[in-house]
């Protein structure tokens, strides 16, 4: 009876045992995936920090571009001044010509 009593009491003792293992496990793996969470929450912080980078040398090139276009217009509307104004020059030519006639 002796030996049964201690065999009971070694039973429940390695239960008792197995059951705090087996909570010390599931509290590790709450850990691990809270440190997961952790990580893919940083991650899409990172993903959303290089779009806004990619976003932003997108605007930047789109701006460089828009500056190259108006350089190139601004130079046309000066090539065109220029030549409205030698235009007029010919014209004032043409009509002192014409008075001195």
Do not use: D, G, N, Y
């Amino acid at each position: 009876a002796a030996a049964r009593a201690v065999l009971a009491a070694t039973r429940a003792f390695l239960a008792a045992v197995l059951a705090l293992v087996l909570m010390v496990t599931a509290a590790v793996a709450l850990v691990w995936a809270a440190a997961a969470a952790v990580c893919l929450v940083a991650a899409a912080f990172l993903v959303a920090s290089a779009l806004v980078a990619a976003a932003l040398a997108v605007a930047r090139a789109l701006l460089a571009a828009s500056r190259v276009v108006l350089a190139a217009v601004f130079a046309a509307v000066a090539v065109i001044t220029a030549a409205l104004a030698l235009v007029s020059a010919a014209a004032a030519a043409v009509a002192l010509a014409a008075a001195a006639f």
